[in-house]
């Protein structure tokens, strides 16, 4: 049965000047953001900065004093709030799951309200149960006769069941102890890889955010303080305040150990030896790459990227001398050196030859 | 003591079907008026205090107060009777009712509206369903009240077991008046105790945990 959405996709979720106050407090301060549709964007700041507000402006939990949200371009108060918010999954650390329906009431009560046969239901709980790995048998339980984990992820099936474009999630795996944290935030990465839809998840926790998030915002006081891809927060913190969180420092802890080599990646995918720039372009296209390492006769001879690539006449014009470290330099003097050069990528070169790159983003994304 | 001459010469099979034909209609009437009343007051907020001081006041009137009250205008029998049980059991009912359906969780309430239910899907799906070991807990007081009152009106000519026991007042007849009024109590203990399972059931079934 095919459930009428508000939105079949997301392209943008815009929150324009959206602003929230208590009384004289103000606990969010005129927030821009655009949330690009597929993406999982986090939201993240101390306790009381704001985050859960702002969530809640996106299904009309709360209504901003000030500002406005536009989904797909759409002013959401345009919208039906009972549609809009069927269209929008949401799911929160304190679960609330009803404790007088059974998991499979749970799961398929918002498909019984849009008068999905009984059939249909029971397959589609069937099929959600799967995704988040717990046992058909399930069905016939009360929550108190589950764990907490297991609370959670039928609060996740619940928010899935009508397959909303746009999710909201709350600090979800908050409430549970570290391990089971880890354990479901893996296997929220792969459902999030079948799903591929957009998410916008609040955390306070900086590693879920790096391990989970496309992008991150940063919150502080209900306002925006920065936005930005891990390695741009990293690499460029708007302010000590970023620096602080995203503790590049602490997290590098660990990092005197290692050497270049132990987290380049293959270079394999990048290299090319090419002549023409329009030769490079049709190549890079083919391989969906964004850069390129180019070699003449197996030596590095530069890199570039297809935005320079576009903008100059030839491929000479286009190349750079990327920084260039040898596999037994040390990973944290590596780092420094990109941080300060701003530069995302580093290649490893032995005796003249390329044999391996250096991700900011990618390293990042495996030291945490 | 001869049980079975007074079960027999009194008729008490007979009267004891007559007597939970009124229970069951006025406990009925008690449950549909009481829960659509609690409702009500849901909806109303600003009213209840209102009506639940009139309820209030209503249950401090004696039972037989109520039953002369009600001759002018529902005459002798079983209508007075069960009019008067009526308004003895609303208000344990509404009341419970209507603190039920208030008292629910704020967070199941809050996830509900969040993942889309409209105002009316999570009364019915949410607050009502939470709200009934607490409304069974309101009936369960009124079936006691019932019992009570049904009883009571075999003095205005309503049949059912109160009828024996006034034939025994008369005759001065120790053994109607006991064996009667221990079965009477025999019943009301059978009745609450049915009325407990139940309430025990929703609690179990709905009770928030
Ligand atoms: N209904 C309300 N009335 C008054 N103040 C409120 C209300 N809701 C939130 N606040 C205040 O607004 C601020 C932001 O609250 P919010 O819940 O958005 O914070 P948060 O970033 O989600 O924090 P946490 O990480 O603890 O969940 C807090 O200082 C909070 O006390
Ligand atoms: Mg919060």
Same mark, same amino acid.
Do not use: C
């Given at each position: 049965? =095919?459930?009428?959405?508000? #939105?079949?996709?997301?392209?943008? =979720?815009?929150?324009?000047?959206?602003?929230?106050?208590?009384?004289? #407090?103000?606990? /969010?301060?005129?927030?821009?953001?655009?949330?690009?549709?597929?993406?999982? %964007?986090?939201?993240?700041?101390?306790?009381g900065s704001g985050k859960t507000t702002l969530l809640r402006t996106i299904n009309r939990l709360i209504e901003p004093d000030e500002g406005e949200v536009f989904i797909n371009g759409r002013n959401i108060k345009e919208f039906d709030v009972v549609k809009l918010r069927r269209s929008i999954g949401y799911v929160i650390q304190q679960i609330g799951l009803f404790p007088h329906m059974t998991v499979k009431d749970n799961i398929g009560l918002l498909l019984k309200l849009e008068g999905w046969s009984e059939e249909e239901i029971d397959k589609r709980v069937k099929e959600l149960?799967? %995704? =988040?790995?717990?046992?058909?048998?399930? /069905?016939?339980?009360?929550?108190?006769?589950?764990?907490?984990? $297991? $609370?959670?992820?039928?609060?996740?099936?619940?928010?899935?069941? &009508?397959?909303?474009?746009?999710?909201?999630?709350?600090?979800?795996?908050?409430?549970? *102890?570290?391990? &089971?944290?880890k354990q479901l935030q893996?296997? #929220?990465?792969?459902?999030?890889?079948?799903?591929?839809?957009?998410? =916008? #998840? +609040?955390?306070?926790?900086?590693?879920?955010?790096?391990?989970?998030? *496309?992008r991150i915002a940063i919150m502080r006081d209900g306002r925006l303080v920065q936005v930005g891809y891990p390695d741009e927060l990293v690499l460029n913190p708007a302010d000590e305040f970023v620096a602080k969180l995203v503790n590049v420092d602490k997290k590098f802890k660990h990092l005197d150990t290692l050497k270049v080599k132990d987290l380049m990646v293959d270079v394999e995918k990048y290299i090319v030896e +090419?002549?023409?720039?329009?030769?490079?372009?049709?190549?890079?296209?083919?391989?969906?790459?964004?850069?390129? /390492?180019? /070699?003449?006769?197996?030596? %590095?001879?530069? +890199?570039?990227? &297809?935005?320079?690539?576009?903008?100059? $006449?030839?491929l000479e014009e286009a190349l750079m001398e990327p920084l260039v470290f040898s596999p037994g330099d040390s990973l944290a003097s590596a780092l420094a050196e990109m941080k300060r050069r701003n530069a995302f990528l580093g290649v490893v070169v032995e005796r003249e030859k390329p044999v391996g790159i250096l991700l900011a983003n990618e390293v990042l994304l495996k030291l945490l | 003591m001869d049980i079975r001459w007074v079960w027999e010469s009194q008729n008490l099979a007979q009267r004891t079907l007559e007597h939970l034909r009124m229970f069951g209609i006025a406990l009925a009437l008690s449950v549909v008026i009481g829960v659509l009343l609690? !409702?009500?007051?849901?909806?109303?907020?600003?009213?209840?205090?209102?009506?639940?001081?009139?309820?209030?006041?209503?249950?401090?009137?004696?039972?037989?107060? !109520?039953?002369?009250?009600? !001759?002018?205008? !529902?005459?002798?029998?079983?209508?007075?009777?069960?009019a008067a049980s009526v308004i003895y059991s609303i208000l344990p009912i509404a009341r419970n009712t209507y603190t039920g359906l208030t008292s629910v969780e704020r967070s199941y309430i809050e996830v509900a509206e969040a993942i889309g239910l409209s105002e009316r899907e999570v009364l019915l799906k949410v607050r009502f369903p939470l709200a009934l070991p607490l409304i069974a807990a309101g009936v369960r007081i009124a079936v006691v009240f019932t019992m009570g009152v049904v009883t009571l009106g075999g003095l205005i000519a309503a049949g059912g077991l109160g009828a024996p026991i006034q034939t025994g007042i008369h005759l001065y007849d120790r053994d109607i008046i006991i064996v009667t009024g221990l079965w009477v109590g025999a019943l009301a203990l059978i009745l609450d105790g049915v009325a407990a399972l139940i309430e025990r059931y929703l609690r179990d079934r709905y009770g928030r945990r």
């Open positions: 049965m =095919v459930i009428e959405m508000l #939105f079949r996709r997301i392209e943008t =979720v815009e929150l324009r000047d959206v602003t929230k106050r208590y009384g004289d #407090f103000t606990a /969010v301060d005129h927030v821009n953001l655009e949330i690009i549709g597929g993406e999982l %964007l986090i939201l993240i700041g101390p306790s149960l799967h %995704l =988040v790995a717990l046992p058909e048998d399930f /069905v016939t339980r009360y929550p108190h006769q589950l764990s907490g984990g $297991q $609370q959670q992820r039928v609060g996740l099936a619940r928010a899935l069941a &009508l397959n909303p474009p746009l999710l909201l999630m709350d600090e979800p795996f908050g409430a549970l *102890d570290p391990i &089971l944290r893996e296997e #929220f990465l792969r459902i999030k890889e079948v799903l591929g839809r957009t998410i =916008v #998840f +609040v955390t306070h926790d900086i590693e879920e955010a790096f391990k989970l998030g *496309d +090419v002549q023409r720039k329009d030769e490079l372009l049709q190549w890079m296209r083919d391989k969906n790459i964004e850069f390129a /390492v180019i /070699v003449e006769k197996g030596a %590095l001879k530069g +890199v570039t990227d &297809l935005k320079s690539l576009l903008k100059s $006449q030839d | 609690g !409702l009500y007051l849901y909806r109303r907020p600003k009213l209840a205090p209102i009506a639940f001081n009139v309820l209030n006041i209503l249950e401090t009137v004696p039972t037989l107060a !109520l039953l002369v009250l009600l !001759l002018p205008v !529902l005459g002798l029998g079983e209508k007075p009777t069960i």
